[in-house]
């Protein structure tokens, strides 16, 4: 995401944590660094583990569960538009 000139963060939370339903209006690209998170979303479940990444289109509705070790994610914002 760096390489690609987009800004990147990082956040992490503590097991069991839940992200309520919500939407962006940016597209948001999600890389899970260390434990797990489930995304909720209407297209079914994704189970991110370390290594493995999201694509969270802009206006998806989405809700998260945070897994049994806790999670770190980084995480670029991107114009709706980009590819």
């Not at 189970?47 to 509705?61: V, Y």
């Not at 770190?72 to 709706?80: D, F, M, N, S, T």
């Amino acid at each position: 995401m760096t390489s690609a000139g987009y800004p990147v963060s990082t956040w992490s939370n503590p097991p069991g944590d839940t992200y309520p339903p919500h939407a962006h209006s940016y597209r948001k690209i999600l890389c899970c660094l260390e434990g797990s998170v489930t995304f909720h979303t209407p297209d079914g479940d994704v189970q991110l583990e370390q290594g493995q990444r999201l694509d969270l289109h802009a206006g998806t509705t989405h809700s998260a569960t945070v897994g049994a070790q806790g999670v770190r994610c980084a995480e670029a914002h991107l114009p709706a538009q980009a590819s």
